[in-house]
Protein backbone atom coordinates (compact mmCIF):
# COMPACT_ATOMS: atom_id res chain seq x y z
CA UNK A 1 0.00 0.00 0.00
CA UNK A 2 2.96 1.93 0.69
CA UNK A 3 3.96 1.99 -2.83
CA UNK A 4 0.62 2.52 -4.25
CA UNK A 5 0.12 5.80 -2.27
CA UNK A 6 3.78 7.09 -3.12
CA UNK A 7 2.33 6.47 -7.07
CA UNK A 8 -1.11 7.62 -6.81
CA UNK A 9 -0.38 10.86 -4.22
CA UNK A 10 -3.25 12.85 -3.83
CA UNK A 11 -2.07 15.46 -5.79
CA UNK A 12 -2.07 12.80 -9.07
CA UNK A 13 -5.71 11.89 -8.09
CA UNK A 14 -6.68 15.56 -8.02
CA UNK A 15 -5.22 16.11 -11.21
CA UNK A 16 -6.73 12.89 -12.57
CA UNK A 17 -10.59 13.51 -11.57
CA UNK A 18 -10.07 17.17 -12.61
CA UNK A 19 -7.40 17.75 -15.27
CA UNK A 20 -5.96 21.49 -16.03
CA UNK A 21 -5.75 22.53 -19.21
CA UNK A 22 -7.85 19.65 -20.86
CA UNK A 23 -9.19 21.38 -24.03
CA UNK A 24 -8.93 22.22 -27.37
CA UNK A 25 -6.69 25.62 -28.09
CA UNK A 26 -7.96 27.06 -31.57
CA UNK A 27 -5.31 29.53 -31.55
CA UNK A 28 -2.59 27.09 -30.96
CA UNK A 29 0.33 27.56 -33.23
CA UNK A 30 2.11 23.75 -32.32
CA UNK A 31 0.51 20.85 -31.87
CA UNK A 32 1.50 17.26 -31.46
CA UNK A 33 0.26 13.95 -31.07
CA UNK A 34 1.72 11.42 -28.40
CA UNK A 35 0.65 7.58 -28.63
CA UNK A 36 1.61 4.37 -26.30
CA UNK A 37 1.74 1.29 -28.68
CA UNK A 38 1.82 -0.74 -25.77
CA UNK A 39 -1.06 0.67 -23.82
CA UNK A 40 -2.95 2.31 -26.41
CA UNK A 41 -2.61 5.49 -24.67
CA UNK A 42 -3.32 8.79 -26.63
CA UNK A 43 -2.22 12.42 -25.90
CA UNK A 44 -2.64 15.41 -27.99
CA UNK A 45 -0.82 18.74 -26.62
CA UNK A 46 -1.10 21.84 -27.98
CA UNK A 47 1.01 25.13 -27.72
CA UNK A 48 1.00 28.82 -28.36
CA UNK A 49 4.35 29.63 -28.77
CA UNK A 50 4.82 33.74 -29.15
CA UNK A 51 7.91 35.98 -28.21
CA UNK A 52 10.18 33.40 -27.43
CA UNK A 53 7.61 32.05 -24.70
CA UNK A 54 4.87 29.41 -24.46
CA UNK A 55 2.07 31.52 -23.92
CA UNK A 56 -0.33 28.70 -23.16
CA UNK A 57 -0.65 25.01 -23.28
CA UNK A 58 -3.13 22.85 -23.07
CA UNK A 59 -3.94 18.52 -24.19
CA UNK A 60 -6.63 15.98 -24.68
CA UNK A 61 -6.45 12.52 -25.10
CA UNK A 62 -7.29 9.09 -22.97
CA UNK A 63 -4.62 7.44 -20.61
CA UNK A 64 -4.26 6.42 -16.94
CA UNK A 65 -4.15 8.48 -14.00
CA UNK A 66 -0.49 9.08 -14.49
CA UNK A 67 -0.24 10.10 -17.66
CA UNK A 68 -3.26 12.29 -17.61
CA UNK A 69 -1.96 13.80 -14.47
CA UNK A 70 1.30 13.88 -15.74
CA UNK A 71 0.03 16.14 -18.59
CA UNK A 72 -2.21 18.01 -16.77
CA UNK A 73 0.47 19.50 -14.38
CA UNK A 74 3.37 20.01 -17.07
CA UNK A 75 0.56 22.17 -19.12
CA UNK A 76 0.96 24.04 -15.76
CA UNK A 77 4.31 24.33 -15.64
CA UNK A 78 5.55 25.30 -18.75
CA UNK A 79 2.98 28.49 -19.40
CA UNK A 80 5.59 31.33 -19.12
CA UNK A 81 8.94 29.67 -19.85
CA UNK A 82 10.91 29.73 -22.67
CA UNK A 83 11.16 26.12 -25.16
CA UNK A 84 14.99 25.74 -23.85
CA UNK A 85 13.25 26.34 -19.93
CA UNK A 86 10.61 23.52 -20.91
CA UNK A 87 12.86 21.05 -22.41
CA UNK A 88 15.64 21.57 -19.43
CA UNK A 89 12.37 21.17 -17.25
CA UNK A 90 11.69 18.01 -18.95
CA UNK A 91 15.44 16.46 -18.36
CA UNK A 92 14.66 16.89 -14.82
CA UNK A 93 11.55 15.37 -14.87
CA UNK A 94 12.48 12.42 -16.44
CA UNK A 95 15.11 11.80 -14.03
CA UNK A 96 13.00 12.19 -11.39
CA UNK A 97 10.83 9.31 -13.33
CA UNK A 98 13.38 7.47 -13.82
CA UNK A 99 14.86 7.00 -10.67
CA UNK A 100 18.31 9.02 -11.38
CA UNK A 101 20.25 10.04 -8.29
CA UNK A 102 21.12 13.38 -9.94
CA UNK A 103 16.96 14.22 -10.31
CA UNK A 104 16.34 18.15 -9.94
CA UNK A 105 16.35 19.50 -6.45
CA UNK A 106 12.39 20.01 -5.18
CA UNK A 107 12.57 23.75 -5.94
CA UNK A 108 12.79 23.79 -9.58
CA UNK A 109 10.91 20.36 -10.07
CA UNK A 110 7.66 22.07 -7.76
CA UNK A 111 4.75 20.78 -8.27
CA UNK A 112 6.03 17.58 -10.32
CA UNK A 113 8.00 16.36 -7.59
CA UNK A 114 4.68 14.41 -6.65
CA UNK A 115 5.29 12.12 -9.37
CA UNK A 116 8.71 10.52 -7.47
CA UNK A 117 6.47 7.33 -7.17
CA UNK A 118 6.58 6.29 -10.55
CA UNK A 119 10.10 5.41 -10.36
CA UNK A 120 9.40 2.60 -8.54
CA UNK A 121 7.21 1.50 -11.37
CA UNK A 122 9.25 1.56 -14.23
CA UNK A 123 6.52 0.34 -16.43
CA UNK A 124 4.55 3.67 -15.67
CA UNK A 125 7.71 5.56 -16.70
CA UNK A 126 6.38 5.82 -20.62
CA UNK A 127 3.26 7.26 -18.91
CA UNK A 128 4.36 10.10 -16.97
CA UNK A 129 6.50 10.72 -19.61
CA UNK A 130 4.53 10.54 -22.79
CA UNK A 131 2.76 14.05 -22.48
CA UNK A 132 6.37 15.39 -22.07
CA UNK A 133 7.94 14.10 -24.90
CA UNK A 134 4.38 15.08 -26.54
CA UNK A 135 4.90 18.41 -26.06
CA UNK A 136 8.54 18.25 -26.83
CA UNK A 137 7.55 17.43 -30.34
CA UNK A 138 5.37 19.86 -30.52
CA UNK A 139 7.61 22.37 -29.74
CA UNK A 140 10.30 20.92 -32.14
CA UNK A 141 7.36 21.13 -35.10
CA UNK A 142 7.03 23.54 -37.79
CA UNK A 143 4.25 26.67 -36.95
CA UNK A 144 0.47 25.09 -37.68
CA UNK B 1 -22.93 -26.62 -32.33
CA UNK B 2 -22.21 -30.08 -31.74
CA UNK B 3 -17.99 -30.08 -32.04
CA UNK B 4 -16.79 -33.20 -30.91
CA UNK B 5 -13.12 -33.36 -30.16
CA UNK B 6 -12.76 -29.83 -29.24
CA UNK B 7 -15.13 -29.22 -26.56
CA UNK B 8 -16.45 -30.05 -22.95
CA UNK B 9 -17.04 -33.65 -23.00
CA UNK B 10 -20.75 -33.60 -23.22
CA UNK B 11 -21.37 -31.12 -25.27
CA UNK B 12 -22.38 -28.83 -22.66
CA UNK B 13 -21.74 -25.02 -22.96
CA UNK B 14 -18.59 -24.02 -21.05
CA UNK B 15 -20.38 -21.14 -19.01
CA UNK B 16 -23.07 -23.62 -17.98
CA UNK B 17 -22.91 -24.11 -13.91
CA UNK B 18 -20.49 -26.73 -12.65
CA UNK B 19 -22.19 -29.88 -12.33
CA UNK B 20 -22.91 -31.80 -9.26
CA UNK B 21 -20.23 -33.72 -9.98
CA UNK B 22 -18.04 -31.11 -8.37
CA UNK B 23 -14.52 -30.70 -10.27
CA UNK B 24 -12.65 -30.17 -6.83
CA UNK B 25 -13.58 -34.03 -6.02
CA UNK B 26 -11.75 -35.45 -9.32
CA UNK B 27 -8.72 -33.73 -8.15
CA UNK B 28 -7.22 -31.49 -5.41
CA UNK B 29 -6.46 -28.17 -6.17
CA UNK B 30 -4.09 -28.15 -3.10
CA UNK B 31 -1.77 -30.30 -4.01
CA UNK B 32 -1.35 -29.06 -7.77
CA UNK B 33 -0.69 -25.87 -6.32
CA UNK B 34 2.56 -27.40 -4.48
CA UNK B 35 3.32 -28.79 -7.90
CA UNK B 36 4.07 -25.33 -8.75
CA UNK B 37 6.73 -23.80 -6.80
CA UNK B 38 6.14 -20.11 -7.94
CA UNK B 39 2.66 -20.00 -6.59
CA UNK B 40 3.98 -20.53 -2.69
CA UNK B 41 5.86 -17.50 -3.25
CA UNK B 42 4.62 -13.39 -2.34
CA UNK B 43 4.57 -10.53 -4.24
CA UNK B 44 5.08 -6.56 -2.54
CA UNK B 45 4.36 -9.05 0.82
CA UNK B 46 1.03 -10.67 -0.60
CA UNK B 47 0.47 -14.44 -1.62
CA UNK B 48 0.85 -14.16 -5.73
CA UNK B 49 -2.33 -14.15 -7.32
CA UNK B 50 -1.70 -15.22 -10.84
CA UNK B 51 -4.52 -14.28 -13.16
CA UNK B 52 -2.54 -14.01 -16.25
CA UNK B 53 -2.40 -17.38 -17.53
CA UNK B 54 -3.15 -16.64 -21.20
CA UNK B 55 -0.25 -14.37 -21.40
CA UNK B 56 1.87 -17.33 -20.27
CA UNK B 57 1.25 -20.37 -17.46
CA UNK B 58 3.33 -21.39 -14.58
CA UNK B 59 5.73 -23.98 -14.43
CA UNK B 60 4.93 -27.41 -12.16
CA UNK B 61 8.59 -28.68 -10.71
CA UNK B 62 8.52 -31.75 -13.10
CA UNK B 63 8.96 -29.53 -16.21
CA UNK B 64 11.66 -27.49 -14.54
CA UNK B 65 13.37 -30.37 -12.86
CA UNK B 66 13.32 -32.19 -16.78
CA UNK B 67 14.94 -29.00 -18.20
CA UNK B 68 17.54 -28.55 -15.36
CA UNK B 69 18.43 -32.45 -16.00
CA UNK B 70 18.51 -32.58 -19.36
CA UNK B 71 21.34 -29.44 -19.07
CA UNK B 72 22.87 -31.19 -15.89
CA UNK B 73 23.42 -34.29 -17.84
CA UNK B 74 22.04 -34.90 -21.02
CA UNK B 75 23.00 -31.70 -23.17
CA UNK B 76 24.47 -32.09 -26.74
CA UNK B 77 23.11 -31.30 -29.72
CA UNK B 78 21.37 -33.38 -31.85
CA UNK B 79 21.43 -35.15 -35.03
CA UNK B 80 24.73 -36.06 -36.22
CA UNK B 81 26.38 -36.19 -33.67
CA UNK B 82 28.22 -39.79 -33.29
CA UNK B 83 28.62 -40.57 -29.74
CA UNK B 84 26.06 -41.40 -26.92
CA UNK B 85 25.28 -38.00 -25.44
CA UNK B 86 24.44 -36.66 -28.90
CA UNK B 87 22.61 -39.87 -29.59
CA UNK B 88 20.30 -39.46 -26.46
CA UNK B 89 19.65 -35.86 -26.52
CA UNK B 90 18.45 -36.81 -30.31
CA UNK B 91 15.86 -39.38 -28.78
CA UNK B 92 14.81 -37.37 -26.27
CA UNK B 93 13.93 -34.63 -28.93
CA UNK B 94 12.16 -37.14 -31.03
CA UNK B 95 10.27 -38.34 -28.46
CA UNK B 96 9.46 -35.05 -27.74
CA UNK B 97 7.90 -34.67 -30.84
CA UNK B 98 6.00 -37.77 -30.77
CA UNK B 99 4.35 -36.87 -27.60
CA UNK B 100 3.20 -33.81 -29.05
CA UNK B 101 1.80 -35.75 -32.18
CA UNK B 102 -0.17 -37.58 -29.34
CA UNK B 103 -1.19 -34.35 -27.26
CA UNK B 104 -2.36 -32.65 -30.52
CA UNK B 105 -3.92 -35.89 -32.46
CA UNK B 106 -1.81 -36.22 -35.52
CA UNK B 107 -1.54 -39.43 -37.30
CA UNK B 108 2.64 -38.64 -37.53
CA UNK B 109 5.14 -37.10 -35.43
CA UNK B 110 6.72 -36.14 -38.95
CA UNK B 111 3.21 -33.48 -39.04
CA UNK B 112 4.86 -31.74 -36.02
CA UNK B 113 6.61 -28.88 -36.69
CA UNK B 114 8.79 -27.15 -33.19
CA UNK B 115 8.66 -23.56 -33.38
CA UNK B 116 9.82 -20.50 -31.37
CA UNK B 117 6.33 -20.74 -30.55
CA UNK B 118 2.84 -19.88 -32.14
CA UNK B 119 3.89 -16.51 -33.77
CA UNK B 120 6.32 -18.38 -35.62
CA UNK B 121 4.20 -21.07 -36.23
CA UNK B 122 1.79 -18.74 -38.47
CA UNK B 123 4.59 -16.78 -40.00
CA UNK B 124 6.05 -20.32 -41.19
CA UNK B 125 2.69 -21.10 -42.30
CA UNK B 126 2.55 -17.39 -44.05
CA UNK B 127 5.64 -17.60 -46.02
CA UNK B 128 6.18 -21.10 -46.68
CA UNK B 129 2.53 -21.92 -47.73
CA UNK B 130 1.68 -18.85 -48.67
CA UNK B 131 4.60 -17.67 -50.66
CA UNK B 132 4.00 -20.68 -53.00
CA UNK B 133 0.36 -20.95 -53.18
CA UNK B 134 -0.70 -17.34 -53.05
CA UNK B 135 -1.37 -15.17 -56.40
CA UNK B 136 -3.02 -11.78 -57.01
CA UNK B 137 -6.82 -11.91 -56.09
CA UNK B 138 -6.55 -14.86 -54.36
CA UNK B 139 -8.08 -14.23 -50.62
CA UNK B 140 -7.68 -14.82 -47.22
CA UNK B 141 -10.31 -15.18 -44.50
CA UNK B 142 -9.61 -13.64 -41.17
CA UNK B 143 -11.74 -12.49 -37.98
CA UNK B 144 -11.57 -9.41 -36.53
CA UNK B 145 -10.67 -11.10 -33.03
CA UNK B 146 -7.42 -12.17 -33.80
CA UNK B 147 -4.56 -11.57 -31.79
CA UNK B 148 -1.90 -9.81 -33.85
CA UNK B 149 0.17 -12.60 -34.76
CA UNK B 150 -2.85 -14.34 -36.35
CA UNK B 151 -3.57 -11.02 -38.29
CA UNK B 152 -0.37 -9.89 -39.40
CA UNK B 153 1.45 -12.55 -41.23
CA UNK B 154 -1.34 -12.15 -43.33
CA UNK B 155 -1.18 -8.93 -44.49
CA UNK B 156 2.50 -9.47 -44.81
CA UNK B 157 2.39 -12.28 -47.16
CA UNK B 158 -1.18 -10.63 -48.58
CA UNK B 159 1.18 -7.47 -49.85
CA UNK B 160 3.40 -9.64 -50.91
CA UNK B 161 1.52 -11.52 -53.07
CA UNK B 162 -1.48 -9.47 -54.02
CA UNK B 163 -3.56 -11.38 -52.46
CA UNK B 164 -6.32 -9.85 -50.06
CA UNK B 165 -6.86 -9.74 -46.73
CA UNK B 166 -10.56 -9.87 -45.63
CA UNK B 167 -11.58 -9.94 -41.76
CA UNK B 168 -15.14 -11.53 -40.79
CA UNK B 169 -16.51 -8.65 -38.24
CA UNK B 170 -17.74 -9.80 -34.29
CA UNK B 171 -21.02 -9.50 -32.48
CA UNK B 172 -21.73 -6.73 -29.73
CA UNK B 173 -21.32 -10.12 -27.31
CA UNK B 174 -17.63 -11.11 -28.78
CA UNK B 175 -18.99 -13.88 -31.23
CA UNK B 176 -17.63 -14.29 -34.66
CA UNK B 177 -20.78 -13.13 -37.00
CA UNK B 178 -21.23 -16.21 -39.10
CA UNK B 179 -23.31 -14.85 -41.33
CA UNK B 180 -21.04 -12.36 -42.31
CA UNK B 181 -18.12 -15.06 -42.08
CA UNK B 182 -20.24 -17.56 -44.69
CA UNK B 183 -20.75 -14.86 -46.69
CA UNK B 184 -17.28 -13.67 -47.52
CA UNK B 185 -15.80 -17.13 -47.64
CA UNK B 186 -16.03 -17.95 -51.32
CA UNK B 187 -14.34 -19.88 -54.13
CA UNK B 188 -11.70 -17.20 -53.97
CA UNK B 189 -11.14 -17.98 -50.23
CA UNK B 190 -7.70 -19.81 -50.36
CA UNK B 191 -6.80 -19.82 -46.37
CA UNK B 192 -8.51 -19.38 -43.56
CA UNK B 193 -7.00 -18.77 -40.70
CA UNK B 194 -8.76 -18.35 -37.02
CA UNK B 195 -8.60 -18.82 -33.61
CA UNK B 196 -10.03 -21.18 -31.65
CA UNK B 197 -10.60 -19.42 -28.27
CA UNK B 198 -9.85 -15.36 -28.17
CA UNK B 199 -6.91 -14.33 -25.96
CA UNK B 200 -8.41 -11.14 -25.31
CA UNK B 201 -12.34 -12.40 -25.31
CA UNK B 202 -12.18 -16.10 -24.35
CA UNK B 203 -14.67 -16.46 -26.74
CA UNK B 204 -14.74 -20.18 -28.01
CA UNK B 205 -15.27 -20.16 -31.69
CA UNK B 206 -16.94 -23.10 -34.17
CA UNK B 207 -13.65 -24.22 -35.50
CA UNK B 208 -15.03 -27.37 -36.73
CA UNK B 209 -17.64 -26.11 -38.44
CA UNK B 210 -15.94 -23.17 -39.89
CA UNK B 211 -12.77 -25.46 -41.01
CA UNK B 212 -15.54 -28.19 -42.72
CA UNK B 213 -17.23 -25.28 -44.46
CA UNK B 214 -13.77 -23.74 -45.71
CA UNK B 215 -12.45 -27.18 -47.29
CA UNK B 216 -15.93 -27.72 -48.70
CA UNK B 217 -14.90 -24.68 -50.69
CA UNK B 218 -11.21 -25.54 -51.12
CA UNK B 219 -9.50 -23.49 -48.84
CA UNK B 220 -7.14 -24.60 -46.22
CA UNK B 221 -7.43 -24.00 -42.90
CA UNK B 222 -5.21 -22.74 -39.95
CA UNK B 223 -6.28 -22.58 -36.47
CA UNK B 224 -4.67 -20.78 -33.74
CA UNK B 225 -4.70 -22.66 -30.50
CA UNK B 226 -2.59 -20.46 -28.45
CA UNK B 227 -5.24 -20.41 -26.15
CA UNK B 228 -7.52 -23.69 -26.40
CA UNK B 229 -4.44 -26.27 -26.11
CA UNK B 230 -3.80 -25.38 -22.43
CA UNK B 231 -7.74 -25.70 -21.69
CA UNK B 232 -9.41 -27.96 -24.22
CA UNK B 233 -8.95 -31.43 -25.71
CA UNK B 234 -6.91 -31.23 -29.23
CA UNK B 235 -7.87 -33.53 -32.07
CA UNK B 236 -6.66 -31.59 -34.90
CA UNK B 237 -8.09 -34.29 -37.32
CA UNK B 238 -11.39 -34.41 -35.50
CA UNK B 239 -11.63 -30.42 -35.81
CA UNK B 240 -10.56 -31.00 -39.38
CA UNK B 241 -8.12 -28.20 -40.02
CA UNK B 242 -4.69 -28.50 -42.18
CA UNK B 243 -3.04 -26.13 -39.72
CA UNK B 244 -2.56 -25.75 -35.87
CA UNK B 245 -0.76 -23.62 -34.17
CA UNK B 246 0.17 -23.34 -30.20
CA UNK B 247 2.65 -22.39 -27.80
CA UNK B 248 4.86 -24.62 -25.13
CA UNK B 249 4.77 -21.63 -22.59
CA UNK B 250 1.48 -21.27 -21.95
CA UNK B 251 1.24 -25.36 -22.36
CA UNK B 252 2.96 -24.98 -18.65
CA UNK B 253 6.38 -25.72 -20.68
CA UNK B 254 9.12 -23.71 -21.45
CA UNK B 255 9.10 -20.36 -23.57
CA UNK B 256 11.02 -20.68 -27.02
CA UNK B 257 9.07 -23.31 -28.10
CA UNK B 258 5.94 -23.96 -30.07
CA UNK B 259 4.49 -26.09 -32.57
CA UNK B 260 3.17 -26.20 -36.01
CA UNK B 261 0.82 -29.22 -36.43
CA UNK B 262 0.36 -29.20 -40.53
CA UNK B 263 -1.30 -32.55 -42.39
CA UNK B 264 1.34 -34.16 -44.06
CA UNK B 265 0.81 -33.61 -48.14
CA UNK B 266 0.55 -29.89 -47.56
CA UNK B 267 4.14 -30.06 -45.66
CA UNK B 268 5.34 -32.31 -47.97
CA UNK B 269 4.82 -29.79 -50.74
CA UNK B 270 5.94 -26.68 -49.05
CA UNK B 271 9.00 -25.11 -49.65
CA UNK B 272 11.32 -23.88 -46.90
CA UNK B 273 11.15 -20.96 -45.09
CA UNK B 274 14.75 -20.53 -43.17
CA UNK B 275 17.84 -21.82 -44.55
CA UNK B 276 20.01 -23.25 -42.70
CA UNK B 277 21.16 -26.50 -40.95
CA UNK B 278 19.62 -29.51 -40.40
CA UNK B 279 16.79 -28.60 -43.42
CA UNK B 280 18.68 -30.06 -46.15
CA UNK B 281 19.15 -33.22 -48.02
CA UNK B 282 22.28 -32.44 -49.87
CA UNK B 283 23.66 -28.68 -50.53
CA UNK B 284 26.60 -27.79 -53.15
CA UNK B 285 27.70 -24.38 -53.55
CA UNK B 286 24.84 -23.63 -56.59
CA UNK B 287 21.91 -25.14 -55.36
CA UNK B 288 20.66 -27.71 -52.44
CA UNK B 289 18.06 -30.27 -52.17
CA UNK B 290 15.44 -30.30 -48.89
CA UNK B 291 15.20 -33.04 -46.28
CA UNK B 292 11.54 -33.82 -46.03
CA UNK B 293 9.16 -32.35 -43.07
CA UNK B 294 9.50 -31.86 -40.51
CA UNK B 295 13.62 -31.41 -40.53
CA UNK B 296 12.84 -28.98 -43.73
CA UNK B 297 11.45 -26.84 -41.37
CA UNK B 298 13.27 -26.76 -38.91
CA UNK B 299 16.57 -24.35 -39.93
CA UNK B 300 19.56 -24.51 -37.48
CA UNK B 301 19.69 -26.11 -34.17
CA UNK B 302 16.01 -25.95 -32.40
CA UNK B 303 14.91 -25.43 -28.97
CA UNK B 304 16.12 -28.96 -27.43
CA UNK B 305 15.80 -28.16 -23.77
CA UNK B 306 12.61 -26.79 -24.36
CA UNK B 307 11.01 -29.18 -26.47
CA UNK B 308 11.61 -32.01 -23.97
CA UNK B 309 10.48 -29.65 -21.13
CA UNK B 310 7.42 -29.25 -22.84
CA UNK B 311 6.63 -33.24 -23.39
CA UNK B 312 6.88 -33.67 -19.36
CA UNK B 313 4.40 -30.56 -19.48
CA UNK B 314 2.06 -32.69 -21.70
CA UNK B 315 2.38 -35.59 -19.44
CA UNK B 316 1.55 -33.29 -16.47
CA UNK B 317 -1.52 -32.22 -18.66
CA UNK B 318 -2.83 -35.65 -19.20
CA UNK B 319 -2.45 -36.53 -15.63
CA UNK B 320 -4.64 -34.42 -14.65
CA UNK B 321 -6.86 -34.90 -17.60
CA UNK B 322 -9.06 -32.29 -19.55
CA UNK B 323 -12.25 -33.57 -18.19
CA UNK B 324 -10.83 -32.34 -14.64
CA UNK B 325 -9.54 -29.39 -16.22
CA UNK B 326 -12.21 -27.75 -17.95
CA UNK B 327 -14.92 -28.73 -15.35
CA UNK B 328 -12.79 -26.73 -12.74
CA UNK B 329 -11.24 -23.60 -15.24
CA UNK B 330 -15.89 -23.30 -16.01
CA UNK B 331 -16.42 -23.27 -12.26
CA UNK B 332 -13.46 -20.76 -11.71
CA UNK B 333 -14.91 -18.41 -14.75
CA UNK B 334 -18.02 -19.07 -13.67
CA UNK B 335 -17.54 -17.16 -10.09
CA UNK B 336 -15.57 -14.99 -11.87
CA UNK B 337 -18.27 -13.56 -14.14
CA UNK B 338 -20.54 -13.74 -11.00
CA UNK B 339 -18.44 -11.69 -9.14
CA UNK B 340 -16.65 -9.65 -11.21
CA UNK B 341 -19.84 -8.66 -13.16
CA UNK B 342 -21.72 -7.68 -10.12
CA UNK B 343 -19.04 -5.54 -8.48
CA UNK B 344 -20.67 -1.85 -8.82
CA UNK B 345 -18.74 -0.09 -12.05
CA UNK B 346 -17.30 -3.11 -13.65
CA UNK B 347 -18.38 -3.70 -17.06
CA UNK B 348 -17.80 -6.99 -18.96
CA UNK B 349 -15.99 -6.98 -22.30
CA UNK B 350 -17.12 -10.26 -24.61
CA UNK B 351 -20.06 -12.24 -23.40
CA UNK B 352 -20.14 -15.20 -25.70
CA UNK B 353 -22.20 -17.78 -24.81
CA UNK B 354 -19.13 -20.22 -25.27
CA UNK B 355 -15.60 -19.16 -23.70
CA UNK B 356 -13.65 -20.39 -21.67
CA UNK B 357 -10.57 -19.14 -18.82
CA UNK B 358 -10.64 -15.48 -19.86
CA UNK B 359 -12.87 -12.55 -18.72
CA UNK B 360 -12.13 -8.95 -19.72
CA UNK B 361 -13.39 -6.40 -17.99
CA UNK B 362 -13.20 -2.24 -17.56
CA UNK B 363 -14.21 -0.36 -14.46
CA UNK B 364 -15.85 2.51 -15.84
CA UNK B 365 -14.46 5.84 -16.05
CA UNK B 366 -10.47 4.25 -14.60
CA UNK B 367 -8.14 3.60 -16.68
CA UNK B 368 -7.26 -0.14 -16.81
CA UNK B 369 -3.50 0.48 -15.68
CA UNK B 370 -4.89 2.37 -12.83
CA UNK B 371 -6.91 -0.82 -11.94
CA UNK B 372 -4.17 -2.69 -12.35
CA UNK B 373 -1.95 -1.29 -10.73
CA UNK B 374 -4.66 -1.59 -7.43
CA UNK B 375 -4.88 -5.40 -7.85
CA UNK B 376 -0.97 -5.27 -8.66
CA UNK B 377 -1.11 -3.77 -4.72
CA UNK B 378 -2.74 -6.76 -3.21
CA UNK B 379 -0.40 -8.99 -4.90
CA UNK B 380 -2.67 -10.26 -7.92
CA UNK B 381 -1.58 -9.84 -11.30
CA UNK B 382 -4.04 -9.59 -14.30
CA UNK B 383 -2.91 -7.90 -17.74
CA UNK B 384 -4.33 -4.56 -18.85
CA UNK B 385 -3.68 -3.16 -22.14
CA UNK B 386 -4.75 -3.92 -25.69
CA UNK B 387 -3.60 -8.17 -24.95
CA UNK B 388 -2.26 -7.76 -28.66
CA UNK B 389 -5.96 -7.45 -30.14
CA UNK B 390 -6.48 -3.74 -31.18
CA UNK B 391 -9.02 -4.91 -33.59
CA UNK B 392 -10.97 -6.05 -30.78
CA UNK B 393 -10.37 -2.74 -28.62
CA UNK B 394 -11.59 -0.72 -31.19
CA UNK B 395 -14.58 -2.85 -32.01
CA UNK B 396 -15.63 -2.04 -28.33
CA UNK B 397 -14.48 1.69 -28.51
CA UNK B 398 -12.26 1.15 -25.60
CA UNK B 399 -8.27 1.83 -25.50
CA UNK B 400 -7.79 -0.84 -22.93
CA UNK B 401 -9.34 -3.88 -20.83
CA UNK B 402 -8.11 -5.92 -17.75
CA UNK B 403 -7.61 -9.18 -18.43
CA UNK B 404 -8.25 -12.25 -15.65
CA UNK B 405 -7.29 -15.26 -17.05
CA UNK B 406 -7.67 -18.81 -15.44
CA UNK B 407 -5.44 -22.32 -14.71
CA UNK B 408 -6.45 -24.99 -13.23
CA UNK B 409 -4.04 -24.34 -9.79
CA UNK B 410 -6.00 -20.95 -9.60
CA UNK B 411 -8.63 -21.22 -6.69
CA UNK B 412 -12.01 -19.92 -5.96
CA UNK B 413 -10.53 -17.88 -3.54
CA UNK B 414 -8.64 -16.18 -5.63
CA UNK B 415 -11.20 -15.62 -7.56
CA UNK B 416 -12.63 -13.95 -4.58
CA UNK B 417 -9.67 -12.04 -3.97
CA UNK B 418 -9.99 -10.60 -7.62
CA UNK B 419 -13.55 -8.98 -6.57
CA UNK B 420 -12.31 -7.73 -3.57
CA UNK B 421 -9.28 -6.03 -4.95
CA UNK B 422 -11.53 -4.39 -7.55
CA UNK B 423 -13.48 -3.10 -4.92
CA UNK B 424 -10.81 -1.08 -2.97
CA UNK B 425 -10.39 0.14 -7.02
CA UNK B 426 -13.05 2.87 -6.09
CA UNK B 427 -11.44 3.21 -2.65
CA UNK B 428 -8.49 4.60 -4.24
CA UNK B 429 -9.73 6.40 -7.09
CA UNK B 430 -13.19 7.69 -5.72
Not at chain 1, 25 to 39: I, K, S, T, V, Y
Not at chain 2, 323 to 342: C, M, P, S, Y
Not at chain 2, 401 to 430: I, M, Q
Amino acid sequence: MAGLRELYQNVILEHNRSPRNYRAMPDANREAQGHNPLCGDQVTVRLRVEDGRIQDAAFQGMGCAISRASASIMTAAIKGRTPEEAAELFQQFHRLVTGHPEAGNPETLGKLAVFSGVSAYPIRVKCASLPWHTMKAALDSPDL
Amino acid sequence: MPETGESVRGGSGLLEPASSAAPGRLFSVDAIRRDFPILGTTVRGRPLVYLDNAATSQKPQTVIDAITRFYATGNANIHRGVYALSEQATVAYDQARLRVARFLGASSPAEIVFTRGTTEAINLVAQSWGRAQLRRGDEILVTAMEHHSNLIPWQLIAEQTGAVLRAAPITEQGELDLDAWHRLLSDRTRLVAVTHISNALGTLNPVRELAEAARARGAVVLVDGAQSAPHLPIDVNALGCDFFACSGHKLYGPTGVGVLYGRAELLERMPPWQGGGGMIASVTLERSTWAEPPARFEAGTPPIAEAIGLAVALDYVDGIGFQAITAWEDALLHRAVELVGATPGVRLVGTASRRAAVLSFVVEGIHPHDVGAVLDDEGIAVRAGHHCAQPVMRHFGIPATLRASFSFYNTLEEVEALARGLGRVREVFG
